[in-house]
T-cell receptor
Framework: GDSVTQMEGPVTLSEEAFLTINCTYT??????LFWYVQYPGEGLQLLLK?????DKGSNKGFEATYRKETTSFHLEKGSVQVSDSAVYFC??????????????FGTGTRLLVSP | EAGVAQSPRYKIIEKRQSVAFWCNPI?????LYWYQQILGQGPKLLIQ????????DSQLPKDRFSAERLKGVDSTLKIQPAKLEDSAVYLC????????????FGSGTRLTVV
């Protein structure tokens, strides 16, 4: 079945450092890809998305490019801030099985940014 | 627009007791999802509704979990009887019909079974 694999955390960075969180996926179909963010005590928020190969999703300085050849969707940010500290989830949406879209999540990567 | 509303926010129960969670999706969203998020793991889909019909409940432990979505709007998820391993955050999400652009999640209900 469909699955998403993320790098294990926590990822600990100093403010203004460069961030990469790796994400790879396995899917039988042609999925859409997402990054969600979960701040402490809050629900999941959509950070960015990409729906086809070579699409680049971007939001709030974060970027990720849909790489079909490597089945990857790595999250990057050039300069992180303390406020970016959160758990980041990579996810895919596919019609596997029922024919209806459903989200499959990775295990999440905790990012800790220190001043 | 109003977001996805969930209640209660927190619940502590003893094992073998029953518990119910409520979700009110975004108005007009035909698809509603319940996810279980165990600490340190990603959310796992329990059940998916399209209007008031179930389209995927393959991961729902049907011997103890049940869910309904009356009139295609609000939904209730019930656990009876609860086990220690049911301790988790239960997330409700909704999306427009046929949407492939991600869902809107509620803040979740944190369940602790002692």
């Amino acid at each position: 079945g469909d699955s998403v694999t993320q790098m294990e955390g926590p990822v600990t960075l100093s403010e203004e450092a460069f961030l990469t969180i790796n994400c790879t996926y396995t899917a039988t179909g042609y999925p859409s890809l997402f990054w969600y963010v979960q701040y402490p005590g809050e629900g999941l928020q959509l950070l960015l998305k990409a729906t086809k190969a070579d699409d680049k999703g971007s939001n709030k300085g974060f970027e990720a490019t849909y790489r079909k050849e490597t089945t990857s969707f790595h999250l990057e940010k050039g300069s992180v801030q303390v406020s970016d500290s959160a758990v980041y989830f990579c996810a895919l949406s596919d019609r596997e099985g029922t024919g209806f879209q459903k989200l499959v999540f990775g295990t999440g990567t905790r990012l800790l940014v220190s001043p | 627009e109003a977001g996805v509303a969930q209640s209660p926010r927190y619940k502590i129960i003893e094992k073998r007791q029953s518990v119910a969670f409520w979700c009110n999706p975004i108005s007009g969203h035909a698809t509603l999802y319940w996810y279980q998020q165990i600490l340190g793991q990603g959310p796992k889909l329990l059940i998916q509704f399209q209007n008031n019909g179930v389209v995927d409940d393959s991961q729902l432990p049907k011997d103890r979990f049940s869910a309904e979505r009356l009139k295609g709007v609000d939904s209730t998820l019930k656990i009876q009887p609860a086990k220690l391993e049911d301790s988790a955050v239960y997330l409700c999400a909704s999306s427009p019909l046929g949407s492939n652009y991600g869902y809107t999640f509620g803040s979740g209900t944190r369940l602790t079974v002692v």
